[in-house]
C-alpha cells in the first residue's frame, strides 16, 4: 500500500488543468467512495488504537503515527453507516483538512484514478440536504460517491465560527459607507458555505453563494451581461472561491474570470483546505489575488475586511 500513493506531491502539476486525482475506497459494502489524493498524505493498515473515554461515537480512538497523536474516526459511521467491527482488520487514510491531520477508517483501497473536473458532477437533486455527498462520479460505469468530509469534520470536531470582537468593531467602522457590499462565495460543501455566509454576516456583508466555479462563472457573466453605469468590480467587492469543487474547480474559474475583459479586475481569494500540499506557485499563475486555508473565523475576517477597506477607498476617490 505504501507505493500507492508514492510521489503524491508530484502530482501537484495536475493543478490549473481542471484534472485531479482520486483515491477511490470502499467502507463496510460495495460502494465506492472518493477522495482527492492532494489530501491523502499515506494510507496504513489500522495500526493498535488508544480509546478516549468520552470521545465522539465516530473516533474509535487515537494512535502514534510516525511519532504524531492521529485521531482516527470510522468514516462509515460518520456517514450513518454502521462502521467497521474490527478496526485492525481495516485501513486508514491519514488526511488533512482545514490544517488538521485525521485518519479515516475505510475497509479497503481501491486504486487511483486521473480524472477531469468536468466529469465530477454535482449530487443529484432530490436527495435531500441531509446527505454527505458533494459529488459523484462514474469509473468504469461504477457510481463513485465524494464524501462532503467538511461536514464530517464539522459534526465531530466542531468548527469555532465566531469573529473576534476587534473585526467586528472594524466593520462597523466600515458600514459607514452607504453602498452594500457584496461577495460571491463558490464552495461544493454546503458546511463551507454557511461557515462563510455566517462569517459574513457578523461582518454585515451580504453574499450571493454558488456551488461550484461553472455556476459561479455563469453567475458572474450574467451580471456582466446587464446592463449597468458600474463596472462589475464597482459593485462586488471580491469572489471567495473554494479550489476543489465538481464541473470547474478553482484554478479553473480563476484563469476563465482573468480571460474575460469584463471581469478581469475582479478580486479572487482562494479559500481552500488543502493546506498541507497547497502549491502557491499555482495561485500565482492562475492570478488569484491571494489565498487562505480553510477554516479560520478571523482569518477569513481579516482578509475580508482588508479588500473591502481597499475597495471602499477607491471609490471615494474615484
Not at 461557515?195 to 453574499?207: D, P
Amino acid at each position: 500500500m505504501s507505493g500507492v500513493l508514492a510521489n503524491v506531491d508530484m502530482r501537484t502539476q495536475l493543478a490549473g488543468h481542471n484534472r485531479l486525482e482520486l483515491l477511490l475506497f470502499r467502507l463496510e459494502g460495495k460502494q465506492l467512495f472518493g477522495i482527492n489524493v492532494f489530501k491523502v498524505q499515506e494510507v496504513i493498515q489500522c495500526p493498535p488504537l488508544t480509546h478516549i473515554p468520552d470521545s465522539h461515537r465516530v473516533v474509535r480512538g487515537v494512535a502514534n503515527m510516525r511519532g504524531r497523536m492521529v485521531t482516527v474516526m470510522d468514516l462509515g459511521m460518520a456517514i450513518g453507516g454502521r462502521g467497521v467491527e474490527n478496526p485492525q482488520d481495516n485501513f486508514v487514510v491519514v488526511a488533512e483538512y482545514n490544517q488538521h491531520v485525521q485518519g479515516f477508517l475505510v475497509g479497503g483501497v481501491d486504486r487511483i484514478i486521473n480524472m477531469n473536473w468536468e466529469e465530477i458532477l454535482p449530487p443529484p437533486k432530490g436527495i435531500g440536504d441531509d446527505n454527505y455527498l458533494t459529488a459523484v462520479c462514474k469509473v468504469e460505469g461504477e457510481l463513485v460517491e465524494i464524501i462532503d468530509v467538511e461536514k464530517v469534520l464539522a459534526e465531530v470536531i466542531g468548527w469555532d465560527e465566531h469573529v473576534s470582537q476587534e473585526f467586528i468593531n472594524e466593520a462597523e467602522e466600515c458600514e459607514e459607507d452607504e453602498r452594500q457590499p457584496v461577495v460571491l462565495v463558490a464552495d461544493d460543501s454546503s458546511v463551507a458555505r454557511n461557515q462563510i455566509k455566517r462569517t459574513l454576516a457578523q461582518l454585515g456583508v451580504e453574499c450571493v453563494t454558488a456551488n461550484d466555479g461553472r455556476q459561479a462563472l455563469d453567475i458572474l457573466k450574467k451580471w456582466a451581461d446587464q446592463e449597468s453605469e458600474q463596472p462589475l468590480h464597482e459593485r462586488l467587492f471580491m469572489v471567495i472561491s473554494d479550489i476543489e469543487m465538481p464541473e470547474m474547480d478553482g484554478y479553473t474559474f480563476t484563469t476563465e474570470v482573468r480571460n474575460d475583459p469584463r471581469l478581469s479586475d475582479l478580486h479572487i481569494l482562494l479559500h481552500t483546505s488543502l493546506s498541507g500540499v497547497f502549491n502557491k506557485a499555482m495561485v500565482e499563475k492562475v492570478g488569484a489575488n491571494d489565498f487562505i486555508a480553510k477554516f479560520q473565523p478571523d482569518v477569513l475576517a481579516k482578509s475580508v475586511l482588508a479588500r473591502l477597506k481597499h475597495w471602499q477607498d477607491a471609490h471615494a476617490t474615484a
